[in-house]
Each structure stands twice: as structure tokens, then as C-alpha cells.
């Protein structure tokens, strides 16, 4: 009968675990909704925003000989001799393969600079990420948790400012930004993004189509377009957080639904495996009895 116990015992805790797990993944669901729509809108104006950059880059580009050299943001270095990668892992695990694909990406980025000699200096924004490097001994420069869980633009802001203001006073060459960003509510894509320096050559004179979004005094054009190109670049940084948040709640949202189903076909089993014992047990009490009848005899 002490095997029967212990296979109630195992029923009852995976029912109990079963039910965890379908709870986590309604409160996914429910979570990626809301962040799913937030990405939708952020998406919408960083596209406003890169139409409103090519036309004003493309104006300046136009009006006269290498004018977009002038910007910083702007400027191609081949060869850099420091790079920042900022990665955005999750707060939490229970989301499947979600955080070890980004730190994955970010160890390929960082052998891939180390390989060309080239120095690498790691921001790092997420709790499991940050873990996994620490925990292997690799430094890093900044880190900040609670960000990638919740999301908020001041935050957001702050943590990307670092990077622009070491990036304008010429400390590193070029930023990059490695998350998991959200494609579908089945799929997650891997996302290695340089946001510094953007590329001058995707801006030329056909970016100033004859209808123009504004009008714009010329004197003005170069320190607008800068300012803009920092709204940018922040906006690209809050984006990332908001679309790998999305991202996580579904990779959670997948991995709860599988580990519901799993818990259910393991009931399943051990309630097969506890009626076979059961009735084991009968047919043995039954030979036992019929045994000492048959003595008495």
C-alpha cells in the first residue's frame, strides 16, 4: 500500500503544478495583449520619425557637398577600437529558450570583436542576463534590473544616454543593442541592431520628395537633424524594451502552455500506473485469502 501513496502523492503534485503553470500562462496572455499593442504604437512612430530624419538628412545631402560629414551620429568607422553591446534579457526564467538565445548573441558579438581585436565594454539590462555574465566572470559596465520587465521611457532614456554621451565624445566607436524581440505570438526573433553610427550613405537626394513634410529654415537643418537623431536613438533603445517584453510574455506564454500539457499526460500516466497498482494489491489480498481458506481445510 506504501506504493500507492507515494503515486497519490505524485498526482496531487503535479495537479497542483498544473495548475500553476495554466495560471502563468493566462497572466501571459493576458500581459502580451497590452504589451503587443504598445509595440504597435511605438513602431508607428519611430516609422514617422525615420521619414522625418531621411528627408532632413537628405535635404543637407542635397544642398551641399558631404554636409551629413559635419554630424557625428552620422560618421562610418570601419575600423572601431571600442564598441558597446547593451543586451536586454529578462527579470525572470519560466519563458523557455528566450534569455539564453540573447546572451548566446551577445557571447557570439563579443567574441566576434574580441577575435578582430577590437575592445568591447558590456551594458547589461535584465536580471538573468547580468546573472550569466557575473556568474562567468565577465565585467560589465552598467547593468540595471526591473527595466525590461516594466518598461518606462525616463528609465529607458537615462540607461541609453551613457552610451551617447561616451559615443559623441568619442570614447567608443559604435553601440550596438542585442535582444529578443517579438515577431508573432508563436515566434521570437533575435534581434543585433547597430544604433550608432547610423549610416549616411542610406540618406541621398531622392529622401526630399517635392511634397515635404516641413518647412525648415537651412541654417537650422543641421542641429535639428541632430537633436532628432538623439530622439532616435533613445526611441530605438525604449522600442527594444518594449518589444522584447512583448517577446517574453509569449516565449512564457508557449513554454507554461507545454509545461500544462505535459503535467496532464503525466496524471494521465500515473493514474494508469496507480490503478495497475491498486489492483495488484486486490488480487494479492484476494490469493492471500483464498490461500488461508484453503489451509483451514
Not at 521619414?51 to 551620429?73: F, H, Q, T
Not at 578582430?116 to 565585467?139: A, D
Not at 568619442?170 to 535582444?179: F, H, L, M
Amino acid at each position: 500500500m506504501a506504493n500507492l501513496k507515494d503515486i497519490q502523492r505524485k498526482i496531487k503534485s503535479v495537479s497542483s503544478t498544473q495548475k500553476t503553470t495554466r495560471a502563468m500562462k493566462l497572466v501571459s496572455t493576458a500581459k502580451l495583449r497590452r504589451a503587443e499593442e504598445l509595440a504597435k504604437r511605438s513602431k508607428k512612430f519611430a516609422n514617422k520619425l525615420n521619414e522625418v530624419i531621411a528627408e532632413i538628412s537628405g535635404r543637407i545631402k542635397c544642398s551641399k557637398l558631404d554636409g551629413l560629414d559635419s554630424i557625428r551620429y552620422l560618421a562610418n568607422n570601419e575600423n572601431p577600437q571600442m564598441v558597446d553591446i547593451i543586451f536586454i534579457t529578462a527579470d525572470k526564467g519560466l519563458c523557455g529558450g528566450f534569455n539564453s538565445q540573447t546572451i548566446k548573441a551577445a557571447k557570439n558579438l563579443l567574441s566576434e570583436f574580441h577575435d578582430k581585436k577590437v575592445k568591447v565594454r558590456l551594458r547589461g539590462v535584465g536580471k538573468k542576463g547580468i546573472e550569466y555574465f557575473k556568474y562567468n566572470e565577465i565585467e560589465l559596465l552598467d547593468e540595471v534590473v526591473g527595466l525590461s520587465s516594466k518598461p518606462e521611457q525616463e528609465r529607458s532614456d537615462e540607461f541609453i544616454q551613457a552610451s551617447i554621451e561616451d559615443y559623441k565624445a568619442g570614447k567608443t566607436d559604435a553601440v550596438y543593442i542585442v535582444y529578443n524581440g517579438y515577431k508573432n505570438m508563436l515566434t521570437q526573433q533575435l534581434h543585433v541592431n547597430k544604433i550608432l553610427p547610423l549610416d549616411a550613405e542610406d540618406f541621398s537626394c531622392e529622401d526630399c520628395p517635392s511634397g515635404s513634410l516641413l518647412e525648415i529654415e537651412a541654417s537650422d537643418q543641421e542641429k535639428l537633424l541632430t537633436d532628432l537623431i538623439e530622439i532616435y536613438i533613445k526611441s530605438n533603445m525604449y522600442y527594444a524594451l518594449i518589444d522584447s517584453v512583448a517577446a517574453e510574455h509569449s516565449a512564457r506564454m508557449q513554454a507554461m502552455d507545454t509545461a500544462t500539457n505535459n503535467a496532464k499526460e503525466m496524471v494521465r500516466s500515473l493514474n494508469v500506473a496507480y490503478n495497475k497498482a491498486r489492483q495488484a494489491a486486490i488480487t494479492t489480498e484476494l490469493i492471500e485469502i483464498i490461500s488461508g481458506v484453503e489451509s483451514m481445510k
